[in-house]
């Protein structure tokens, strides 16, 4: 590109904030120029405003932004959002009326029917929903939201299944702590530890999954037709969510033709070479330890999906396990990658 597209980020110093700032520096098609939380931060330098959690420095592209309120008008066109849920709802909304095209990690939007749910590898035609929104919302600008953190390795590592009935299926999470932001959980809790339970995350992981693999229907999108249970489980890892999932389908596929489904997945963001996209979405690895959080969810700048020990169930068809980073692939590195295939699409 000649000239980037300035870009903004909602809910700038928190966690999955940071994550903007970072993935944004650098950036090949964007420019973070725009910062924007709460009433507090406002008017201060974002390095003075910001209590940087991340490995390494903050970057100086953003350190000597302004903060701004998170109100619409001066912020660039494209907004990321990291809101908190508690005030998400109005603040997107507000930017959306005024004509801004908003990405967000936040939950509040998701599950609307005229909002694409998107994993752009996955379902990159729901972003036909943006029309349907405009006309039924009367807004200038836009919403498209990025999944939770566990639903979009779900979604992407069952994929190559669809084609073959997806009926009913259960999954067990085993979550990262950097997935309850900062301060987190106490580490009293959490070392040596498993909590078995997340708050509202089990509701999002049986439902998110269902729109994401759901079809396009010209004006919504048809839920995939089967039944997910979810255990969420919050585990000493600091980053990458690793699942278990066991899955009953309609058609039998032999072994071998759901490895070459697995090993040739691709999308859009592949084929269009997007600059935050994975060379190959889904990884299968062979060895029987592996996937493995420490080892593999940062590689490929943790937007890779990587899954493994795919063997037969003795209850449902198959069973296997599959992991995604987080804080990348799970948050701000989904919502980036989104907006660069809206990009492609002609939609920015």
């Not at 930017?95 to 379902?123: I, Q, T, W, Y």
């Not at 809790?189 to 994401?212: R, S, W």
Request: charged share 20%; aromatic share 6%; glycine share 10%.
């Amino acid at each position: 590109m000649s000239s980037r597209i300035e870009v903004g980020v909602l809910g700038a110093t928190g966690m999955v904030g940071q994550n903007f700032a970072r993935l944004l520096d650098g950036h090949p098609w964007f420019e973070l120029t725009w910062v924007g939380a709460s009433d507090r931060s406002a008017g201060k330098k974002y390095r003075d405003a910001t209590n940087w959690r991340l490995d390494g420095v903050m970057p100086e592209s953003v350190a000597n932004l302004t903060v701004n309120e998170c109100k619409p008008g001066s912020a660039p066109k494209l907004v990321f959002s990291s809101m908190d849920a508690n005030v998400a709802t109005e603040i997107e909304q507000a930017f959306a009326e005024a004509g801004h095209m908003v990405v967000s990690n936040s939950k509040n939007f998701r599950m609307e029917s005229d909002v694409p749910l998107l994993v752009p590898e996955v379902n990159a035609d729901h972003l036909g929903l943006l029309k349907v929104q405009r006309e039924k919302r009367g807004w200038k600008g836009g919403i498209v939201t990025n999944p939770n953190c566990v639903a979009v390795p779900l979604a992407t590592a069952l994929a190559p299944f669809k084609q073959y009935g997806i009926t009913r299926l259960i999954t067990t999470s085993m979550q990262a702590v950097s997935g309850a932001g900062y301060p987190g959980v106490a580490s009293m809790d959490i070392l040596g530890n498993v909590i078995p339970y997340i708050g509202g995350e089990e509701p999002k992981v049986e439902e998110e999954p269902l729109k994401i693999l759901g079809d396009f229907a010209g004006d919504r999108v048809v839920d995939l037709n089967a039944k997910m249970s979810a255990h969420c489980n919050r585990v000493p890892v600091i980053d990458g969510h690793m699942l278990t999932v066991s899955v009953e389908l309609a058609r039998k596929p032999s072994l071998e033709e759901l490895l070459r489904e697995i090993n040739a997945f691709r999308g859009l963001p592949q084929e269009r070479k997007l600059p935050s996209a994975p060379p190959v979405p889904l990884v299968y690895m062979t060895e029987n330890d592996r996937p493995q959080p420490r080892r593999d969810g940062p590689r490929d700048g943790g937007m890779t999906v990587f899954m493994g020990r795919l063997r037969p169930c003795s209850i449902f068809d198959w069973k296997f396990v599959c992991l995604g980073h987080n804080t990348i692939r799970g948050a701000a590195g989904a919502a980036v990658l989104n907006a660069e295939l809206m990009h492609s699409e002609g939609l920015l």
